[in-house]
């Protein structure tokens, strides 16, 4: 196992122990919406990841960093576990730390993240009762009980699906989900079907 696996296994399972001891639907998704914003970040600014990333600026520099742009937007738990990867210099690994921790954490509690795309239109409406029977049955087909490294939280009985739309001119029509924590797409878009059907044309 190379170090930065190693690094980002350790830290990643580390800061879900810690969160095991006190979860509630709030804190959780709490949780979930502050490491989304803050990777997010994180991978498009590349700025950001130089500078954390950069052995010249010390460690006190870097975590005033944290506290001047995140101190009052981020939880208590997230921004104490970021100053601890300042202090251990482990912050360069804090890409592949952030996306293990939350794919495990998904996984933990039976959640899933599904991209929503649809027509950028102000007249298109979501068919939410195709979307819902299309959820059901693919939730009906693929539930499976997860078990990651002795972490369990009870309080999460159902599945938790966290949406997010994002608008794609191309589609024309209809939606495209993607499960962004199963690697899974189902397409329902007009555009995908014209596509479909000009390949049978000309066959």
Excluded: H
């Excluded at 170090?3 to 509630?24: I, Q, R, S």
């Excluded at 001119?169 to 397409?187: A, C, H, R, W, Y």
Aim: net charge positive.
């Amino acid at each position: 196992m190379n170090k930065n696996k190693k690094v980002t296994n350790a830290y990643a399972y580390a800061l879900l122990k810690v969160l095991e001891k006190d979860v509630n639907f709030q804190n959780f998704s709490v949780l979930v919406s502050d490491l989304l914003d803050f990777s997010t970040l994180f991978n498009t600014c590349s700025s950001i990841e130089e500078f954390f990333s950069n052995p010249i600026y010390e460690t006190k520099n870097k975590k005033q960093f944290l506290m001047d742009f995140f101190g009052f937007s981020l939880s208590p738990l997230i921004m104490n576990f970021l100053n601890l990867l300042c202090d251990t210099k482990r912050i360069i690994y804090l890409s592949s730390i952030l996306k293990l921790f939350l794919r495990i954490l998904l996984k933990s509690v039976n959640a899933y993240i599904v991209e929503i795309e649809i027509p950028t239109s102000e007249s298109y409406k979501l068919d939410v009762k195709k979307l819902n029977t299309i959820l059901s049955t693919w939730f009906l087909k693929n539930r499976k009980e997860t078990f990651i490294e002795s972490i369990n939280f009870p309080c999460f009985k159902e599945p938790i699906v966290i949406f997010t739309i994002k608008e794609i001119p191309q589609l024309l029509g209809g939606f495209k989900l993607n499960f962004i924590t199963e690697s899974k797409v189902i397409d329902f878009s007009i555009s995908t079907k014209i596509q479909q059907i000009t390949k049978v044309l000309q066959y």
